[in-house]
């Protein structure tokens, strides 16, 4: 399965760059609780999580022209992200405060809309930074490049064989293919939200809440490796 793979290399990449992990994600924690740089704090932990992927170079300096060669679309996609939570929210409010049976199944449809765009969002930077990188040719065989992102349009969303996208993923091209990504393998999808649960509650019960300011790098470097194995380019990173 895919979810149980990512999840073992996820923990084989927590092993082997133990370091760079927990301490871009601290520190990049610590800096998102200002709001405002969690994009670009995210851009940069995505970045690093598919360097590690790839077997490459990975510390701070490649964490920073990470974040700041790809903070436009993180900061676009965080807008967009939490305008969609906004209109879901205060529409959970209104129809649950209604009276009447049409206010409960109207609440649940839009709580069922919420925690359905919630799980897709993982994905979307997972998707835009393997794309980008892929678009590049930044591999170890850059001629195979285009077959590759053939690969990626088939496996994620049903393209026809060699239907490359030519140019950068877009934040709507990247929210679909996360649809069907999340579709195609719904325990990849929601393997890490009952662990991450779990290790919030271990956390708690020794008081170490501080070591959850890791949880956005841990997940970076899980989706990352989920993408990477459905799209099957894990030896090409």
Do not use: C
């Amino acid at each position: 399965m895919t979810g149980l793979r990512a999840l073992r290399l996820t923990l084989r990449d927590l092993w082997q760059e133990a370091f760079v992990i927990l301490s871009i994600g601290f520190i990049g924690g610590l800096l998102s609780l200002l709001i405002i740089p969690l994009p670009f704090v995210l851009a940069g932990t995505y970045g690093v999580a598919l360097r590690i992927a790839g077997g490459r170079i990975a510390g701070w300096r490649e964490w920073y022209e990470d974040a700041r060669a790809h903070a436009r679309f993180f900061y676009k996609w965080a807008l967009l992200v939490a305008l969609v939570v906004v209109v879901l929210l205060t529409n959970v409010n209104f129809y649950w405060n209604m009276a009447g049976s049409f206010g409960e199944v109207a609440g649940g449809v839009a709580m069922g809309l919420l925690i359905v765009w919630l799980l897709l969002q993982p994905y979307v930077p997972a998707l835009y930074l393997l794309h980008h990188r892929l678009l590049a040719g930044d591999t170890p065989s850059p001629e195979a490049a285009p077959s590759r992102e053939g690969a990626l349009a088939e496996v994620v969303d049903g393209a026809p064989p060699g239907a490359a996208q030519r140019g950068p993923l877009g934040l709507r091209e990247s929210l679909r293919r996360s649809i069907f990504l999340a579709l195609r393998n719904p325990v990849a999808t929601l393997l890490p939200w009952p662990l991450t649960f779990a290790l919030l509650v271990a956390v708690g019960g020794l008081g170490l809440w501080p070591a959850a300011l890791v949880l956005p790098a841990l997940w970076a470097v899980y989706y990352t490796r989920a993408v990477a194995l459905a799209v099957d380019v894990v030896e090409e990173l």
